[in-house]
């Protein structure tokens, strides 16, 4: 579930450090770590597993709904999420992020200054990104009946006329290029966008969800509004909500929204990328240290083995107690930071391990985490390393539902994925019934060592 791959990303980023003399100062603060993990795990032992009730129904116009009652907050989160990722960019790279953010730049006969002024006025927040697969657009209001309402009209004028206005279409590309000439300043950025065709091949999952410094200039009004049109409609979303509403205005404000949006079209279907052959770039890069990238085909997020590999994923690389990072970064000093990864997908997603480096230690830190990797799918994990690992995953589930927005990345993940209804439920038990065994199993089918892509971009 979305909530495991951020906690562990966040474990992650915790343990990176700036300079060699903090190492004694990260062994302190590692066993303050291990102290208050181990007074959170005790704590949420003592509860019973979490009970979610969603709800689901369709709307008269087909749109899918699902809706959690959470009444302790009078506020509602409300996100609308289209099929309109970058898969389906075409040969027009950045074409899905540009229309996705041209969409509150001016709606009906108001502004996008104005479309802004009418969510402050009555407190409300709006926002949109674009991701791989889906585009989302979102609002977070009180439920008062005149922030409500006034909230839920100027959604749908965005949702339903939006102008588009050239000029916007002008600044934004700008924008975009800007931050893309930027990104492409970071060894991890370039490393990942070498990764991404290493594994996905010519698979659409490998189109650059930020464009090219060549698409960008080329996107046109033209492209923006017929994307809009496609993609944007009826039959190509769903609607997520977690806010203090009845059954029955939940169902009022789907209908709602549903009825202002544009028909729209179901998107083309593409075929599942397949294992590419395994891989070994170096990129030049004018930099002091060397980003690290090994990485290969992953799995769909309704895999049955997604829960061992979430629980072996936390054993080799998911924190300052796993593997990569006690042999990495403690014992061979090679990084202040190591992180693995499963990232799945509605088709296949990727795995991949994450480091940067010296320079000059870059060949040895490959060597040695490649080699790592090996060991571990060979031998799998101890008796030991699974139960702490099932005890913090199960500990920490609580912060996945534990406020609205939390709970409403929880429904766009279920909705987007197929998952069942019940899925919140049975997360915990699923992992605490997670065997030795069968992490072992699942890592050696779905790792693939004869098709390991590695990427390091630095000054060699």
């Known amino acids: 579930m979305k909530f495991l791959f951020n906690l562990l990303r966040r474990s992650a980023y915790g343990a990176k450090r700036q300079a060699d003399n903090n190492f004694c100062l990260l062994a302190s603060r590692k066993q303050a770590y291990k102290y208050i993990l181990t007074l959170f795990l005790l704590l949420f032992s003592t509860f019973s597993f979490a009970t979610v009730n969603i709800q689901q129904w369709q709307t008269t116009n087909g749109v899918r709904v699902l809706f959690i009652a959470s009444p302790q907050n009078p506020i509602l989160d409300l996100a609308v999420v289209f099929k309109a990722g970058s898969v389906y960019d075409g040969k027009n790279s950045g074409l899905a992020q540009l229309t996705n953010a041209m969409l509150n730049e001016g709606a009906g006969d108001l502004s996008a200054d104005q479309l802004a002024d009418q969510f402050a006025n009555v407190g409300a927040q709006f926002s949109n990104d674009v991701t791989t697969e889906n585009g989302r657009v979102s609002i977070r209001t009180l439920t008062e009946p005149n922030a409500l309402n006034s909230s839920l009209q100027t959604l749908e004028l965005i949702l339903a006329h939006p102008t588009l206005p050239q000029t916007s279409i002008d600044r934004i590309k700008k924008e975009m290029l800007v931050g893309l000439e930027y990104q492409l300043q970071q060894p991890d950025y370039v490393a990942r966008k070498v990764l991404s065709k290493a594994v996905w091949g010519d698979s659409p999952y490998a189109n ?21 049109r496609q993609y ?31 028909a729209g079209s179901v998107p083309e279907l593409f075929p599942a990328p397949t294992l590419q052959p395994a891989s070994t770039q170096h990129i030049p890069f004018n930099s002091t240290q060397t980003a690290i990238l090994i990485g290969t085909l992953g799995i769909t997020s309704n895999d049955p083995d997604y829960f061992p590999l979430t629980v072996g994923n936390t054993i080799l690389g998911g924190g300052m107690n796993s593997i990569l990072f006690r ?38 830190a490959t060597q040695m985490t490649e080699q790592l990797l090996k060991q571990y799918w060979q031998n799998g994990p101890t008796t030991k390393e699974v139960q702490a690992a099932k005890q913090f995953l199960i500990g920490s589930f609580a912060l996945s539902i534990s406020n609205n927005a939390a709970l409403l990345s929880d429904l766009v993940y279920i909705a987007n994925y197929d998952l069942p209804l019940d899925y919140l439920n049975t997360v915990q038990y699923k992992l605490a019934q997670v065997t030795q065994a069968q992490i072992k199993t699942a890592w050696q089918k779905h790792i693939h060592l004869d098709h390991l892509a590695i990427v390091t971009v630095g000054n060699l």
């Open 208 to 228: 650059p969800l930020d464009g090219t410094p060549t698409s960008i200039p080329t996107l046109t009004r033209t492209a923006v509004q017929d994307f809009y």
């Open 327 to 364: 042999k990495v970064r403690e014992q061979a000093g090679l990084t202040y930071g190591i992180t693995s990864s499963w990232l799945p997908l509605t088709k296949k997603g990727v795995f991949v391990i994450n480091l940067k480096t010296r320079n000059q230690e870059a060949v040895k």
């Open 232 to 262: 944007y409609g009826q039959h190509n979303c769903y609607i997520a909500m977690v806010g203090a509403l009845t059954t029955a205005q939940a169902k009022t404000i789907a209908e709602q929204v549903a009825k202002s949006l544009p």
